[in-house]
């Protein structure tokens, strides 16, 4: 199990040194970059821009290029070409500001999609199944940043709350009690609109997974030892039936990331996403570079603890 | 012509474990209601084997499953009882029901490479029955399972407790069903179609434990099968169904010498054993109406090849052949009375 391990990590390490490769090429390839950002300035002359390029070592080739990234990085003096700031400390920061959205998010998605599915599979057909299908399509359907402000506008008007950013502004002195509050609200509202796509997409698919158990023999057997229906659906059928969703479950990370690109700008939330989109709109190579290769790295150890994950709770399957 | 039910059919009623009478089991579905299982009447008793034969899709199963008070939405009984000693099942309540199941019958199904579940451990399969109806802790519920092993011929007992379905043969993950099934001695042991998914020296073993178990435990068992060979060996009366209704019902020896019903014979005469090697099989033409096309009549009237004009669209009633030979023609009743 130990070499099986080691592989795979090796393998994954391969992989990620190909990504990096391919994330580095597909940004530099990507139209516009960092010296050109104000192309309309009256102040930018072409020696500026020369004088940018030169310093960023924009007219090195991509190789060259790549490996003072990798350098960079690695050394911890990769700056950002916007503020000259160090990035690893800079996406850090960031990544903790994000951290409580996700937590939040990732609780509301497993703790809603789970009951929700079950449910409906178990009443197929019923009015309940037919309902939760349709608000499932109507979420996934509708844009996360409509729906977004939709709830703004809703609860400003209806609760009378600031929910933009992580605080209120100069709420610093308040007394405790009013700046949990405050903290709560702001958190509890982007964390929702960050879940609601989750939950609508997962919990059907824990419909469908759980429909297809129900179907398996060996409930049928369950039910014919004389167990009570609780027993049958919650021991019998969902254990088999949460086997996929391990899987799901290592890609979670990556997928919130990317939602939260969308959703900290809509909640001016000062975390990752917003410093992805933030870089990506400055052509702050170095920044999206991480963010990015970030990403991959967290992608991978996901679908690594999926893979260990799932020895331990399906029988059938051994590291080895 | 004497109208018949169960209740004449069985010779000793002190010792019968369960009757279906007059039993009708439907299916509601968009397209309206389906009779899958029309008067379906039978009865076995302690210590005795019936066999309920017929074609795929003939309505043993639901007839099985709705003993045990499992159809699944949208089949329902409509009309009829179920009895279990003393008590009417088919009016119990599910939180009644479960009480029976797994207790008072058993059941073993076709496919045990999918009957187990996967995830679980033979040990807390087994263990599951005994805590449940017989209020077994841990300690004791592994006892009795270790001793319920050994009763199906499992050998290394205590090792296969810890192990898990996959690591297990087919014929192996049979007998872990078959010891679940009877864990709680149950009155009544309804193996549907048993060794259809092993190989052939594996079904003989597993035939010959079922035989051996009944013998021990008094059991009643229904035997569902399409093996003709099996029920000759291992029953005692047989019940051939067609298309949701049983046709003839007779003891073994007595099916097999004498059959009255025009399916029963084309199904003996099916049998490979009948014809010289080399030559064509006989047949059966056509295959059995699906619910929606079943005649208003008889339903064998559309393959039948002595059918009367009355056949399709009246039903035949149970005629008596001698004293325990039962079975459902026009033809054949007009022929012999």
């Known amino acids: ?320 | 012509m004497i109208p018949t039910t169960a209740r004449t059919l069985s010779d000793d009623m002190s010792k019968r474990v369960l009757s279906l009478e007059r039993l009708h089991v439907s299916f509601f579905t968009d397209a309206g209601e389906l009779a899958v299982v029309r008067d379906v009447s039978l009865s076995v008793s302690a210590g005795e084997t019936l066999a309920l034969v017929g074609e795929s899709g003939c309505g043993k199963s639901v007839t099985a499953l709705a003993t045990m008070g499992l159809l699944d939405h949208p089949g329902r009984i409509v009309a009829g009882d179920i009895t279990l000693g003393d008590d009417v099942i088919s009016g119990f309540s599910e939180p009644q029901m479960r009480k029976v199941r797994g207790a008072r019958i058993g059941m073993i199904f076709q496919e045990p490479m999918t009957s187990l579940n996967p995830v679980f451990t033979i040990g807390r399969q087994l263990a599951e029955v005994l805590r449940l109806h017989r209020g077994h802790d841990d300690r004791a519920a592994r006892l009795a399972s270790l001793a319920l092993l050994e009763r199906v011929r499992i050998p290394a007992a205590l090792e296969r407790l810890r192990q898990y379905p996959h690591e297990l043969s087919g014929g192996m993950k049979q007998r872990i069903m078959i010891a679940m099934a009877i864990a709680c001695e149950p009155q009544l042991l309804i193996a549907d179609e048993p060794t259809t998914a092993l190989d052939v020296t594996i079904q003989a073993q597993i035939l010959e434990l079922l035989d051996e178990l009944q013998k021990d435990l008094g059991m009643a068992v229904i035997l569902i099968t399409h093996n003709l060979g099996v029920v000759a060996q291992y029953a005692q009366r047989v019940a051939v169904m067609y298309a949701g209704e049983i046709v003839e019902q007779a003891p073994v020896t007595e099916l097999f010498a004498d059959p009255r019903h025009p399916y029963t014979q084309a199904l003996l005469q099916s049998l490979p054993g009948t014809v010289d090697p080399g030559r064509q099989l006989n047949v059966i033409q056509g295959t059995v109406p699906t619910p929606r096309e079943f005649p208003a009549g008889c339903r064998f009237a559309t393959r039948c090849g002595e059918v009367l004009s009355r056949c399709a669209s009246d039903v035949p009633p149970a005629s008596r052949h001698g004293g325990n030979h039962v079975f459902s023609c026009w033809q054949r009743m007009e022929s012999t009375s």
């Open chain 1, 1 to 320: 199990m130990g070499q099986y391990l080691l592989r795979n990590l090796l393998q994954r390490l391969v992989l990620l040194v190909i990504v990096s490769f391919l994330v580095h090429a597909l940004v530099h390839l990507a139209p516009g970059e960092p010296a050109e950002v104000d192309p309309n300035n009256p102040r930018f002359k072409a020696e500026d821009v020369a004088k940018i390029r030169a310093a960023f070592h924009l007219d090195e080739p991509l190789h060259v290029q790549y490996a003072l990234w990798i350098r960079d990085l690695f050394n911890g003096e990769l700056k950002s070409f916007k503020d000259g700031q160090p990035v690893l400390p800079k996406i850090w920061e960031r990544f903790l500001n994000s951290l409580p959205l996700f937590i939040c998010a990732t609780l509301i998605i497993w703790t809603l999609s789970f009951p929700t599915g079950i449910h409906a599979a178990v009443r197929r057909g019923s009015t309940y199944d037919r309902s939760t299908t349709f608000i499932a399509y109507a979420l996934i359907s509708v844009p996360g940043f409509f729906l977004s402000y939709l709830v703004i506008l809703w609860v400003v008007n209806a609760f009378g709350v600031p929910v933009i950013g992580m605080h209120t502004f100069g709420s610093e002195h308040a007394s405790v009690w009013f700046r949990s509050m405050d903290n709560l609200w702001h958190l509890v509202v982007p964390s929702l609109m960050l879940a609601v796509a989750g939950v609508a997409i997962l919990s059907r698919y824990v419909r469908s997974q759980m429909l297809e158990v129900i179907g398996q023999d060996y409930v049928r057997t369950a039910r014919a030892k004389g167990l009570d229906a609780d027993s049958v659906i919650y021991s019998h059928a969902l254990r088999n039936a949460l086997l996929p969703f391990v899987t799901m479950f290592g890609l979670m990370l990556p997928e919130l990331i990317s939602g939260a690109v969308i959703i900290e700008q809509i909640f001016a939330w000062p975390g990752i996403g917003r410093l992805s989109f933030d870089a990506i709109l400055a052509r702050d190579y170095p920044v999206v570079l991480t963010v990015t290769l970030m990403a991959a790295v967290i992608t991978l150890a996901g679908t690594f603890l999926s893979d260990i994950l799932y020895a331990v709770v399906d029988p059938r399957i051994r590291l080895n």
